[in-house]
């Protein structure tokens, strides 16, 4: 009985778990700022598709990011135009490929 009235107890403690793959949540209020902030997530290209995921939000050429405009997807970036300026978001940001 006793080993019955702990195993139920030890179940009220227990944590919930996040799980470690899930893209943040964007909020409206995120998704509305100005894209500086954006982060490229994914990139997934195959020969009918380019799609990437920025801010947790799944997006193909075209599409708006806030205020700018996914104008190219390439394996390890996307760029974006915000009126004639062009932004450009790494999947991976500090790391440069050398010849």
């Given at each position: ?51 990437a995921v920025i801010d947790g939000r799944t997006v193909t050429l075209g599409e708006r990011v806030g205020d700018a405009r996914v104008v190219a997807i ?26």
């Amino acid at each position: 009985m006793l080993v019955l009235a702990l195993a139920t107890a030890s179940g009220a403690f227990a944590q919930v778990l996040q799980d470690p793959t899930r893209p943040p949540s964007a909020s409206p209020s995120v998704q509305d700022t100005k894209s500086e902030s954006s982060r490229l997530q994914s990139v997934l290209i195959s020969p009918g598709r380019k799609l990437a995921v920025i801010d947790g939000r799944t997006v193909t050429l075209g599409e708006r990011v806030g205020d700018a405009r996914v104008v190219a997807i390439a394996p390890a970036q996307v760029i974006l135009q915000r009126g004639a300026e062009y932004q450009t978001l790494k999947l991976h940001p500090g790391i440069e490929k050398k010849p």
